[in-house]
């Protein structure tokens, strides 16, 4: 399971985590802790999804060093 803390205000932080794609369930589903944490867990396919079409880009717009 893959985290990434990121600070959404003084009092809590937004982590991630990866879920198994499952039909019929959303993308994303957040959990509020009482601190102040939330949980996003985010479907596994779509996260490949948006790194695939990242890479992509990345791909297009690369410069290349002059030889």
Known sequence: MAKVGKPVSRSGHVTYSMRPHKQGRGVFSDVKLPDGTI??????????????????????HEVKEPA
């Not at 949980?39 to 890479?55: Q, T």
């Open 39 to 60: 949980i996003r867990r985010v479907d596994e396919s779509v996260h490949r999804a948006g790194l695939k079409r990242v890479k992509e880009a990345f791909r297009k």
